[in-house]
């Protein structure tokens, strides 16, 4: 599992390209954005490009790029449940996929010791 709060890009970044790497080596991966990682998960946000380390396949990436990869390869995104009661959004204004997650099955994951849990 990972979890995102940081409005950092290169923050969001890094732990994105981190976590398609996880993907890419057999991890089922489940994404909880809140916060002000939170906006990813809006249909029509973009964040700057930023550069990649060296022997990287891409110059540049975004985060809700990466994301959005890896969400066609079955990754499951969430926005954490106090996202849209703090914000003017709703979740009709969501990228396709991405759902609002129910506090109760995000702690019953965080708390399985087969699940490791990274935070940004």
């Known amino acids: 599992?990972?979890?995102?709060?940081?409005?950092?890009?290169?923050?969001?970044?890094?732990a994105m390209i981190l976590a398609n790497a996880m993907q890419q080596q057999g991890t089922e991966l489940?994404?909880?954005l809140c916060d002000a990682a939170g906006d990813l998960a809006l249909e029509g946000y973009s964040s700057e490009g930023i550069n990649t380390p060296p022997g990287h396949p891409m110059e540049q990436v975004t985060p809700e790029g990466i994301m959005q990869m890896m969400m066609?390869?079955?990754a499951s995104v969430d926005v954490c449940a106090i996202y849209?009661?703090?914000?003017?959004?709703?979740e009709d204004?969501?990228?396709?996929?991405?759902?609002?997650?129910?506090?109760g099955p995000m702690a019953e994951m965080m708390r399985d010791p087969k699940i490791p849990v990274y935070s940004f």
């Open 1 to 14: 599992m990972v979890i995102l709060t940081s409005g950092s890009l290169q923050t969001q970044g890094m």
């Open 30 to 32: 489940q994404i909880l």
């Open 72 to 74: 066609g390869e079955g």
């Open 84 to 90: 849209l009661p703090n914000s003017d959004h709703g």
């Open 93 to 103: 204004d969501f990228r396709d996929g991405v759902g609002v997650a129910a506090p």
